[in-house]
């Protein structure tokens, strides 16, 4: 058995190398053919594959091992009899050296039977390697499947969200440019005064603070919902266990032959019962608390998106520019919005829907105190400072 232990191994080990070798130049062929990716993501690809391919092929090498010792066991009991039936024939043959012609017939055809039997017997076990070696190349073949396959969805998913990434990064780039253009046409801008663009940036400034107070108040009482839900399923939980405790308890002293170390049980067990029901109850509060955050943070980059898009048009509305982007009408009333809304109308054009991606570049205004979505809050606002910078260079254009 040691023997074939060793020789499986080595078999495997031959395998092994055979397939990382191939495997390896076929992945590293198709990454060659890809163009446009980061090291980064090549990275990703090759290290995906390898670590899956040393999964692949240590399943590959117990497989191996299980079915050869499972074919070398069913051969062995074959080979037992085998041996059994030779022992019997030469020790029959050795106790009567004078025999007669009935058991010398007798002798040639127990001959002539072992060796038909060792016939079958090498003829069987050749068929049983055979069949080990084919379904072995099977389920090699399944494997090489699979990997391929795992290949196709990761290679798909990377070239997915690089072009995603392209994409929103050519959309940014379109927006950065309409912007700083946007901020050059209302510097030369006759329409637009001074009074005007800080009435707009004030009413910017407003909007975003109103924003974040909503935030802040519908993070407030989420948090509260929560806390009395959590308490209640708590409580529930508390009371549904301490019923299970106390029926296995009285079950415990209605048996005479009850222990204290049954009691020692059943009070571990309640012990271990609330662990567990604390544990799970946490569980359960960060899974909503989480999902309830996440929310809110999707609920306010939109909110915050639509203000800088709003801010966006109605100064180039103001400064009389030309709109490059399809502005999405906005939920909210607008005080004192209804003649911008007309003017809106006139200046919007139908090449504007580029630009969904490039409305995430407004600073954090002083009202936002929340920690949870500042890291993810301090890029879409960066580009609140450029209506400032707006203002102050049309002051100095309003100065002359």
Known sequence: MEKLWIKEYALSAVMQKHLSEK????????????????DES??????????LLCS???????????????????????????QELRVQHTLQKGSSPCQDEDQWQLQKAVESHILEEEEKLEEETQ????EFHQQLVTEIQEALQYLQQHMEQ???????????????????DDGQDFKERLVEAAVESVYGTSNNINRLVQNYYQQLGKITEGYEGKKL????????????????????????????QTKGLLNVSSTVHQRMV?????????????????????????????????????????????????????????????????????????????K?????????????????????????????????????????????KNSNMLKKRDNR
């Open 23 to 38: 495997q390896e130049k076929i992945i590293q062929g198709v990454v060659s053919r890809l163009g446009g990716l980061s």
């Open 42 to 51: 090549v990275n990703f690809i090759v290290q995906k594959h390898r670590l």
């Open 56 to 82: 692949v092929l240590r399943r590959l090498t117990l497989r191996r091992v299980g079915m050869a010792a499972l074919a070398r066991m069913r051969m062995s009991r074959k080979k037992s009899l085998l």
């Open 127 to 130: 068929q049983t390697h055979l």
């Open 154 to 172: 990761v290679i798909g998913q990377t070239l997915l969200q690089h072009a995603r990434q392209e994409a929103g990064k050519k959309s940014s």
């Open 221 to 248: 009482q989420q948090l509260k919902s929560l806390q009395e839900r959590g308490e209640r399923n708590k409580l529930k939980k508390k009371q549904e266990i301490e019923l299970a405790l106390k029926e296995n």
């Open 266 to 342: 059943l009070q571990q067990k309640k012990v271990l019962a609330q662990f567990e029901l604390q544990q799970q109850i946490r569980l359960e509060s960060l899974k909503q608390k989480l999902l309830g955050f996440q929310h809110l943070e999707t609920e306010l980059e939109n909110q915050l998106q639509e203000a800088e898009q709003d801010f966006v048009s109605e100064l180039a509305v103001l400064a009389r520019v030309p709109m490059a982007m399809k502005k999405k009408p906005s939920k909210r009333s607008k005080p004192a919005g209804e003649k911008t809304k007309s």
């Open 344 to 388: 809106r109308k006139t200046f919007q054009s139908p090449e504007s829907a580029d630009r969904d991606d490039s409305l995430e570049n407004i600073q954090e205004p002083p009202g936002l105190t929340s920690g949870l979505c500042r890291d993810r809050l301090q890029s879409p606002h960066e580009g609140e400072t450029e209506p400032r």
